[in-house]
């Protein structure tokens, strides 16, 4: 996401820091590594490749494996881990892979409230061990115009949502990331914060997330997530744009009325409600036609590619929205 006050050279077309940074690593490690020997480069090719303080507390997790589709490329871990969006800890692509790791993130409790026969408040490590859990290789797409391939692990929000057993009024759904400035620097500071208005909100119209592509997640290739990608639990939903996946989520409330969430109300503008990934709809700053997309390699292979509609999911979700003008519901 993008703030307006923004300079030039943070606009999504000069956004070369993540790639140049591991370039440059590289080259670090390189002209160390002759000095140094064997060792002395082990080191740091771990500090280079995203070795975080809380990685060693990852779990592995159990799951049922996605069945690979081949025309899918994964964006390498590293990557997904260390260019990220989580303004909680700084509006920087590398600041949440570096100021979340004391994030206290078990225990952790998930409360389901408002429209439901049976709201309750859910241990999030017992729920991830008593769920069949599920791989999801799914493509992301920013709105700030990066892609990457990220094999979730998760469950279906839907299913999860049924156990609440949702009323008739239950039109939409909406998401509470944590609030606790102390842990979280952007939430005791404007500028860190990126001016949002914390606690970050999300929404989804009730169909939206009883679809079955829309997932909790609760890992990434295999093991529980890493604070900077929304740990222990955050949303997923691969055909709209990044920002509606929030993330170390707290609260589920299941509402009557279209709820608020975060950028829109930072810059209605420009984020709306809907979010669905559309080439065809621009950016009032840029265009949505093409995206970056974040593979393995370094700077010189981050491929250009068409953006594709709904991101490439048209097929499973454009019939939630026939008779939208998609235009006007951005
Ligand atoms: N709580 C919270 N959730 C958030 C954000 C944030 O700043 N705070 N950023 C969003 C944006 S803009 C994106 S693109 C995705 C990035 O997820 P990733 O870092 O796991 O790729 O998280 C989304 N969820
Ligand atoms: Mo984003």
Same mark, same amino acid.
């Given at each position: 996401?993008?703030?307006?006050s923004?300079?030039?050279?943070?606009?999504?077309?000069?956004?070369i820091?993540?790639e140049?940074?591991?370039?440059s690593?590289?080259? *670090?490690i390189?002209?160390? +590594?002759?000095g =140094? %020997?064997?060792a002395?480069?082990?080191?740091?090719? &771990?500090?280079?490749?995203?070795a975080?303080?809380?990685?060693?507390?990852?779990?592995p997790?159990?799951f049922?494996?996605d069945k690979p589709?081949?025309?899918l490329?994964l964006?390498?871990e590293?990557?997904?881990t260390?260019?990220?969006?989580?303004?909680?800890?700084?509006?920087g692509?590398?600041?949440p892979?570096?100021?979340?790791?004391d994030?206290?993130?078990e225990?952790w409790t998930l409360?389901v409230?408002?429209?439901?026969?049976?709201p309750?408040?859910?241990?999030?490590w017992?729920l991830?061990?008593?769920?069949?859990?599920?791989?999801?290789i799914y493509?992301?797409?920013?709105?700030?115009?990066w892609s990457m *391939?990220?094999?979730?692990? +998760?469950?279906? =929000? %839907?299913k999860f949502?049924?156990?609440?057993?949702? &009323?008739?009024?239950a039109?939409?759904v909406a998401?509470?990331?944590?609030?606790?400035p102390q842990?979280m620097?952007g939430?005791?500071?404007?500028?860190?914060g990126g001016?949002?208005?914390?606690?970050?909100?999300?929404?989804?119209?009730?169909?939206e997330?009883?679809h079955?592509?829309?997932?909790l997640?609760?890992?990434?290739y295999?093991?529980?997530?890493?604070p900077?990608?929304g740990a222990?639990?955050?949303?997923?939903?691969p055909?709209?744009y990044?920002f509606?996946?929030i993330?170390?989520?707290?609260?589920?409330k299941?509402?009557?009325?279209?709820?608020?969430?975060?950028?829109n109300?930072?810059?209605p503008?420009e984020?709306?409600?809907y979010?669905?990934?559309?080439?065809?709809v621009?950016?009032?700053?840029w265009?949505?036609a093409s995206?970056?997309?974040?593979?393995?390699?370094g700077?010189?292979?981050?491929?250009?590619?068409?953006?594709?509609?709904?991101?490439?999911y048209g097929?499973?979700?454009a019939s939630?929205?026939t008779?939208?003008d998609?235009?006007?519901?951005?």
């Amino acid at each position: 996401m993008l703030i307006k006050s923004r300079k030039q050279s943070d606009l999504p077309e000069n956004q070369i820091t993540p790639e140049s940074a591991y370039v440059s690593r590289r080259s *670090v490690i390189r002209g160390l +590594g002759a000095g =140094l %020997g064997l060792a002395g480069l082990g080191g740091l090719v &771990t500090a280079g490749t995203g070795a975080f303080a809380a990685e060693a507390k990852r779990k592995p997790l159990d799951f049922t494996r996605d069945k690979p589709d081949p025309d899918l490329v994964l964006t390498p871990e590293a990557k997904v881990t260390n260019h990220n969006n989580f303004y909680e800890f700084g509006t920087g692509k590398t600041d949440p892979a570096q100021n979340s790791q004391d994030l206290k993130v078990e225990p952790w409790t998930l409360t389901v409230e408002g429209e439901v026969a049976k709201p309750g408040t859910v241990d999030v490590w017992k729920l991830m061990a008593d769920t069949n859990l599920e791989e999801r290789i799914y493509r992301m797409r920013c709105v700030e115009a990066w892609s990457m *391939v990220i094999p979730w692990v +998760g469950f279906e =929000l %839907g299913k999860f949502l049924a156990r609440f057993e949702p &009323t008739s009024r239950a039109k939409y759904v909406a998401f509470e990331t944590l609030y606790d400035p102390q842990q979280m620097p952007g939430q005791r500071n404007r500028i860190v914060g990126g001016g949002i208005d914390y606690p970050y909100v999300e929404g989804l119209r009730i169909d939206e997330a009883m679809h079955p592509l829309s997932i909790l997640s609760v890992g990434l290739y295999g093991k529980t997530l890493p604070p900077q990608n929304g740990a222990p639990i955050r949303l997923v939903v691969p055909w709209k744009y990044g920002f509606k996946g929030i993330k170390s989520i707290v609260k589920i409330k299941l509402v009557e009325k279209m709820p608020p969430t975060s950028w829109n109300k930072l810059l209605p503008q420009e984020y709306g409600f809907y979010a669905n990934v559309n080439p065809a709809v621009d950016h009032p700053r840029w265009s949505q036609a093409s995206e970056r997309f974040i593979g393995p390699g370094g700077l010189f292979s981050v491929k250009r590619q068409k953006t594709l509609p709904f991101n490439g999911y048209g097929e499973e979700v454009a019939s939630l929205y026939t008779n939208m003008d998609l235009r006007k519901f951005y």
